[in-house]
């Protein structure tokens, strides 16, 4: 059975302007729930966008995964009135239904996981037409004319009698390619529910709402961690190895400087078999020159996701994120910080990152911060 993703994108956004793109934990949005799409049952993921931008950065980004296709949609199915059906359906046709299973995937959904994508893609291997995903709510309801609509307001019961409503979140829906071909909508026939966390309804159409699923976001990825030792230590280039500076001419970079302290750090830490990776967006000569001077091999240039990068690589290396500690100075680093075991952020780096950050460092980047980390990783190892 071949079972397809699919995740509309448009350039507008009435409420947050270009809220697809915009960095949320310091990734686009709708990199949190491509990434959980890459790694659940589907076969394949579709972006489904008139913004070439996001196809460009696809391309570039999420090259690692075989899995995932950028798509140009036509202006019609992308305008303010066009509804998701409409993009839907002029994918389906244009692939002349060439899956078996079809899953809508909203990219303003940041709370969805892998684990919700396969059980609403289990509800069709178990024989319904459609699933959807749902949120149970224990608030009572009522319309404008007063009337309450799911309990008796003379006889309220407490919360733990009460079974509460289903109510539709808009993360997760499924359905069968005949039922779509049928129907010529997102479910039809037999749809079975499947419940998400409560979380999961959270709504981002303003600032306050942004602020918000952010907040509850990097909770959620920090309830997650685990007390582990530490096996490798990930580091961002600019602010952590340097001082964020660079010698900068017509002809390009010319020179970054980096703390002698901290090269002696790496080296003790390998001693101790902890594994140094490097993770930057620059695409920079001089920092591959330098890390092959400091004997790390496992170096990321040019990454611009480094969550989704780094999920990747632990998957493929069979790692738990509690069992690694990274360095961070700002927002695109923000993510990996929430998740993995241990985070450290240099005295000098932004606000948002040492709020955030598990260990706020004594010592300045490009001034012994690693350095710093280095000791405190050895000596945290040594009660396993």
């Known amino acids: 059975m071949k079972a397809i993703g699919f995740i509309p994108l448009r350039k507008g956004s009435k409420g947050i302007l270009g809220k697809n793109k915009r960095k949320m934990l310091g990734r686009p949005l709708f990199c949190w729930v491509l990434t959980e799409a890459i790694f659940s049952k589907l076969d394949e993921i579709i972006v489904f966008t008139d913004d070439e931008e996001i196809i460009d950065f696809i391309e570039t980004q999420f090259h690692w995964s075989k899995k995932v296709k950028a798509v140009l949609r036509s202006e019609e199915s992308a305008t303010d009135t066009a509804s998701t059906e409409a993009a839907i359906l002029e994918y389906s046709k244009a692939v002349d239904y060439n899956f078996d299973l079809f899953c809508l995937l909203q990219a303003t959904s940041p709370f969805t996981t892998l684990d919700d994508i396969n059980a609403g893609i289990s509800k069709i291997e178990e024989g319904a037409d459609a699933s959807l995903s749902v949120v149970k709510t224990h608030r009572f309801t009522w319309d404008s004319n007063g009337k309450s609509l799911n309990y008796d307001y003379k006889n309220r019961p407490r919360r733990q009698d009460f079974k509460g409503l289903l109510v539709e979140n808009g993360a997760v829906y499924c359905t069968t390619t005949k039922a779509l071909k049928s129907s010529r909508n997102r479910i039809s026939g037999n749809i079975t529910p499947f419940e998400m966390p409560e979380v999961s309804y ?101 990454a611009k996701d480094k969550f989704g990068l780094l999920q990747e690589y632990c998957i493929k290396n069979n790692l738990a994120m509690s069992s690694l500690a990274y360095v961070g100075d700002d927002v695109n680093d923000m993510a990996n910080m929430c998740c993995v075991g241990w985070s450290f952020a240099p005295q000098n780096a932004m606000d948002e990152i040492k709020r955030i950050a598990d260990v706020n460092l004594a010592k300045k980047s490009g001034e012994g911060a690693i350095r710093e980390v280095a000791q405190f990783i050895q000596k945290y190892n040594t009660r396993f």
């Open 202 to 302: 959270t709504e981002i159409d303003s600032e306050a709402d942004w602020l918000s699923a952010e907040n509850l976001l990097a909770t959620r990825l920090r309830n997650q961690k685990e007390s582990k030792k530490i096996t490798h230590l990930v580091l961002d280039v600019d602010g952590v190895f340097t001082d964020g500076k660079v010698l900068f001419s017509e002809n390009g970079e010319l020179a970054k400087s980096f703390d002698m302290r901290d090269g002696m750090g790496l080296e003790i830490l390998r001693q101790h078999q902890v594994t140094v990776m490097v993770m930057t967006s620059e695409n920079s000569a001089l920092v591959a020159a330098r890390m092959k001077k400091l004997k790390i091999d496992t170096v990321f240039l040019g």
